[in-house]
């Protein structure tokens, strides 16, 4: 259960150095849910803890997974990728729109057009 | 409750950070990357809160609990953080101990203090208490953030 690595002990010095995300912000956002009446200390640590991992986990996924290593930039279009290719990220897809051109926006707009002409 | 919208956003310094820990050094991220990631925490947030609250309202509980949080992650498929996770809460548990017996053995020391400083004499006793005061107003803020339910 408690396997430590070296990095992990040093963290034992303080509960402040476990997490560096604000509770109190993470708190808010978790009581805009309408339906949340209380939230136990526990769960909001583990909520902020996980939140961490998260970032921590999408910027890597989106990174590893993108194909422009050249610039070594990780770009919109890497994360916007990853919501739309990888199953546990799919949640993302309503903020993390893939971006298109207007000219092909366009363009797809007339083929559509063009199949309801068909009719 | 939350006045503006910006309330619901992430402090970016904080975001920028973690990003740049997990990422290999050298890496740059774009300003729309950073922006994005910081939303799509908060939609984490919202979403594993959103789960964790259904499986505490199956429970016919009011109040969430580490169980449910750790049942949503399971939920959301990050099963990958269940580790790393309760492994903080152990050591997040274990620190808010030592530090509520920290503070208890204060609270003991000074009584014990009261009852033998009455016995001595005035001018030794004020730069004493004086001290106290100020131990007693670095641990304050952090003892609030316990009391979280409401």
Same mark, same amino acid.
């Given at each position: 259960?408690?396997?430590?690595?070296?990095?992990?002990?040093?963290?034992?010095?303080?509960?402040?150095?476990?997490?560096?995300?604000?509770?109190?912000?993470?708190?808010?956002?978790?009581?805009?849910?309408?339906?949340?009446?209380?939230?136990?200390?526990?769960?909001?640590?583990?909520?902020?803890?996980?939140?961490?991992?998260?970032?921590?986990?999408l910027?890597?996924?989106s990174?590893?997974?993108?194909?422009?290593?050249?610039?070594?930039?990780?770009?919109y279009s890497d994360l916007a990728k990853t919501a739309e290719?990888?199953?546990?990220f799919h949640f993302l897809t309503d903020i993390l729109p893939k971006k298109?051109?207007?000219?092909?926006?366009?363009?797809?707009?007339?083929?559509?057009?063009?199949?309801?002409?068909?009719? | 409750?939350?006045?503006?919208?910006? =309330?619901?956003?992430?402090?970016?310094?904080?975001?920028?950070?973690?990003?740049?820990?997990?990422?290999? =050094?050298?890496?740059?991220?774009?300003?729309e990357a950073?922006r994005a990631i910081?939303q799509a925490?908060?939609v984490?947030?919202?979403?594993?809160?959103?789960?964790?609250?259904?499986?505490? $309202?199956?429970?016919?509980?009011?109040?969430?609990?580490?169980?449910?949080?750790?049942?949503?992650?399971?939920? $959301?498929?990050?099963?990958?953080? $269940?580790?790393?996770?309760?492994?903080?809460?152990?050591?997040?548990?274990?620190?808010?101990?030592?530090?509520?017996?920290?503070?208890?053995?204060?609270?003991?020391?000074?009584?014990?203090?009261? =009852?033998? =400083?009455?016995?001595?004499?005035?001018?030794?006793?004020?730069?004493?208490?004086?001290?106290?005061?100020?131990?007693? $107003?670095?641990?304050?803020?952090?003892?609030?953030?316990?009391?979280?339910?409401?």
């Open positions: 259960m408690s396997q430590s690595t070296p990095d992990k002990d040093n963290q034992t010095s303080g509960a402040k150095k476990t997490i560096s995300l604000p509770i109190s912000r993470v708190r808010l956002i978790m009581k805009s849910s309408p339906d949340v009446s209380s939230i136990n200390q526990d769960a909001l640590f583990l909520t902020t803890k996980a939140t961490e991992l998260f970032v921590q986990h910027a890597l996924t990174f590893t997974n993108s194909s422009g290593g050249e610039t070594n930039t990780l770009e290719t990888i199953d546990t298109i051109l207007a000219r092909d926006y366009l363009k797809s707009l007339e083929q559509m057009q063009d199949e309801d002409a068909d009719f | 409750m939350a006045e503006r919208p910006e =309330d619901l956003n992430l402090p970016n310094a904080v975001i920028t950070r973690i990003i740049k820990e997990a990422l290999p =050094d050298g890496v740059n991220v774009s300003k950073r910081s925490a908060s984490f947030v919202l979403y594993a809160t959103s789960c964790a609250n259904n499986f505490a $309202m199956k429970a016919k509980r009011k109040t969430l609990n580490a169980g449910d949080v750790l049942a949503a992650m399971e939920e $959301m498929e990050f099963q990958r953080f $269940m580790e790393p996770l309760r492994e903080a809460l152990e050591v997040y548990k274990k620190d808010q101990k030592g530090k509520k017996e920290v503070s208890e053995q204060k609270r003991k020391d000074k009584e014990k203090k009261i =009852d033998t =400083d009455s016995s001595k004499c005035r001018e030794e006793e004020e730069p004493e208490e004086e001290e106290e005061e100020q131990q007693r $107003m670095e641990e304050e803020p952090e003892e609030e953030e316990e009391e979280v339910e409401n």
